[in-house]
Nanobody, 123 residues
Framework: VQLVESGGGLVQPGGSLRLSCVAS????????MTWFRQAPGKEREFVAA????????THVDSVKGRFTITRDNAKNTAYLQMNGLGPEDTAMYYC?????????????????WGLGTQVTVSS
């Protein structure tokens, strides 16, 4: 079982990035997918989640209108489109897979995690 994130990097304030999370070793469409992030010295925080068939999704207030989570079940991939990036978005971004929608913000209940991709927003 693997979740592999990519797409992070260094970007200037106001810029955009698209993160990808490729899943393998489990039935992707059976899982809700999420993105969390962890900034240096801070706890990991929930960013966005999307239901297994992509019908429902939610984003934390601080990224609403700037970030969008999507998924492509044919490619076993989840995405996080990030626009209007600011220094406050600098963090390691992790994707996760969870079976129950009600558990989407409860890290201890997750089945799978990726190793993360670093996003740095700086001029």
């Amino acid at each position: 079982v693997q979740l592999v994130e990519s797409g992070g990097g260094l970007v200037q304030p106001g810029g955009s990035l698209r993160l990808s999370c490729v899943a393998s070793g489990f039935t992707f469409r059976d899982y809700h997918m999420t993105w969390f992030r962890q900034a240096p010295g801070k706890e990991r925080e929930f960013v966005a989640a999307i239901e297994n068939y992509g019908i429902g999704r939610t984003h934390v207030d601080s990224v609403k209108g700037r970030f969008t989570i999507t998924r492509d079940n044919a490619k076993n991939t989840a995405y996080l489109q990030m626009n209007g990036l600011g220094p406050e978005d600098t963090a390691m971004y992790y994707c996760g897979a969870v079976r129950r929608w009600s558990d989407r913000k409860i890290m201890n209940n997750y089945d799978y995690w990726g190793l993360g991709t670093q996003v740095t927003v700086s001029s």
